[in-house]
């Protein structure tokens, strides 16, 4: 069964929403972005979706190249299940996180060059030996995800035949079946493919899960 991560959540109502639908994760920003929440708004969600459900998904914090004892400090004051690292961590980093670890990494839009293509490789290989889940997105100069561009699937359908990981960057509830039928990816995450004038909208979460969950029975 294809992983479902709805992220960028900001409002408990739009995470219980997610949960009940069957997400599997829930991703929180605690870095700087247009949907960074605060600590405290962060366990309010966590603590709402935990008392909604008996088994609820797995709740993610989403940092970018924040310092490592932060990171862990703030997860354990939250109650993160997993920490997603956004920005340029290395291994060592991703070692001294006491929770698993999502790692992104970014892909350029377009057909990528001989150069890029083996230095996602080489990156998705270095995230797996470091025992966390890769997730490929675009890469948007000054922008860490979120950006709802897509990059080429065409890439990300040959290194599904590798490696296991999270597939973001541009899907909606329109494309997301066909993402999973080409690529075939572990996972998929959105955050703006699920929002309507940049906030989440209910209707989108529920239709987005739904079209995944019909693309893994069908």
């Known amino acids: 069964m294809t992983g ?6 900001s409002h408990p109502a739009h995470a219980v929403i997610a949960a009940e639908a069957g997400a599997d994760f829930i991703g929180l920003h605690l870095a700087p972005s247009r949907r960074q929440v605060t600590p405290e708004r962060a366990k309010a969600i966590v603590d709402a979706v935990r008392s909604s ?3 609820p998904p797995k709740l993610v914090g989403v940092f ?17 299940d997993m ?5 340029d961590e290395d291994p ?3 070692a001294e996180i006491e929770r698993p670890v999502i790692k992104a990494l970014h892909v350029p839009a377009g057909p990528p060059s ?12 270095i995230v797996r030996e470091a025992e966390a889940l890769p997730l490929l997105d675009t890469k948007v100069e000054g922008h860490a995800g979120g ?4 990059f080429d699937w065409e890439v990300a359908r040959q290194l599904a035949e590798e490696f296991e990981f999270m597939l973001a960057g541009g899907l909606t509830p329109e494309n997301v079946a066909k993402a999973v039928a080409y690529v075939l990816p572990w996972a998929v995450d959105v955050s703006s493919g699920v929002e309507t004038d940049g906030v989440k909208d209910p209707a989108k979460i529920r239709a987005f899960i739904a079209v995944v969950r019909a693309s893994d029975a069908g």
Request: proline share 0%; with cysteine.
């Open 83 to 87: 920490a997603q690292l956004s920005g």
């Open 147 to 150: 950006t709802g561009r897509s």
């Open 53 to 55: 459900s008996d088994n």
């Open 4 to 9: 479902v991560k709805i992220c960028g959540i």
């Open 64 to 80: 970018v190249d924040a310092d490592s004892a932060e990171m862990n400090r703030l997860a354990e004051e939250v109650g993160f």
């Open 114 to 125: 001989v150069v890029a293509w083996a230095g996602i490789r080489r990156g998705l290989a």
């Open 92 to 94: 060592d980093t991703i």
